[in-house]
């Protein structure tokens, strides 16, 4: 059976970049100063992914835009750290190489690669196919199912953790269509979504196994503890809205369906060249670099221009070897 695969181009890229950052030596630079610990991190992480890909695949980006949620509420996302300038730079080349080897990325004005992961995820799964989503944003859970898989990645870019409902039960106690509500209780700090100030994962885990969902939870406040009544009531408003936030879109306008990313095997010298422009020698002799994965359409993004950069082969091959 055919088997969609969608990534988290943000998840991926900013994961890959902060592993590979460290402060007691210099980021990896080709011999032009273009930065490219990102791309080789990347790169790798992607060809296990394709090993995994059969039938079809994409990779969602965020635009740099402001969302509908910004919309919404003016300090979504407010008080994250500036992106790095040497992360911004390779972002350019990570999609000149998935235009190389022809797999279709999209990014989307007025919504995040969640919306669009979320939309096509759904979009199969009602078609009788199965996905796997692989990110390592945890609001992605709530798009679990018996058709859909999330892999989060835990550490760095070794270690992960693929959720099923069984999966997502035995490690939170909720079933997948209560991971908006524990969300929307607990808050989101990386995203400044408030939720219910004063209750935590293990209180928003008891009551939702208590009440089953947040609209029974609000029915029923006079038979919670006061304490707990009082800190709902208080933050009723911010729950409201943390909900709206949480809540990943299903509906996105997407120009195309995920039947348009079927992909296909033929061969791809540019890729090659493109390793060994850049002096990524052990990449250059695998067989992702013998083979190029053809969509049945062309990219929706704008293809960018191949870039001559190398690298110091020594620098390449010691991180390579990491």
Not at 230 to 256: C, G, R, W, Y
């Amino acid at each position: 059976m055919k088997h969609l695969v969608l990534v988290d181009g943000n998840s991926l890229l900013f994961r890959a970049y902060h592993a590979t950052a460290s402060k007691y030596k210099p980021l990896l630079q080709n011999k032009k100063g273009i930065y490219t610990n990102a791309l080789l991190s990347f790169i790798r992480m992607f060809e296990k992914i394709l090993e995994e890909t059969k039938g079809y695949i994409l990779v969602a980006f965020d635009t740099h835009k402001p969302t509908k949620r910004h919309q919404l509420y003016d300090a979504y996302k407010q008080g994250r750290p500036e992106t790095p300038s040497a992360l911004i730079s390779q972002i350019p080349l990570i999609k000149q190489y998935l235009d190389l080897i022809g797999v279709k990325y999209h990014a989307q004005d007025e919504y995040e690669a969640d919306d669009i992961i979320g939309t096509l995820a759904k979009e199969a799964s009602n078609q009788n196919k199965t996905v796997s989503i692989y990110s390592s944003d945890q609001d992605l859970l709530q798009l679990v199912d018996e058709k859909i898989t999330v892999c989060l990645l835990k550490k760095g870019l070794r270690e992960i953790k693929c959720y099923k409902p069984p999966t997502l039960f035995e490690e939170y106690g909720l079933k997948e269509y209560q991971m908006i509500d524990y969300k929307s209780l607990i808050g989101d700090p990386s995203d400044n979504i408030k939720g219910v100030l004063g209750i935590g994962p293990k209180t928003a885990q008891k009551l939702l196994q208590e009440y089953d969902s947040l609209d029974n939870l609000m029915q029923n406040l006079d038979n919670i503890k006061p304490i707990l009544k009082i800190k709902i009531q208080n933050s009723q408003a911010d729950l409201e809205l943390s909900k709206t936030l949480t809540a990943i879109d299903l509906k996105v306008p997407l120009p195309f369906d995920f039947m348009q990313t079927e992909i296909q095997i033929r061969l791809a010298q540019n890729l090659k060249n493109f390793y060994e422009e850049m002096d990524f020698r052990r990449l250059a002799i695998t067989k992702y670099a013998r083979i190029e994965i053809e969509p049945n359409t062309t990219n929706t993004n704008a293809n960018y221009n191949n870039k001559e950069v190398s690298r110091k082969s020594k620098e390449v091959q010691e991180v390579e070897k990491e």
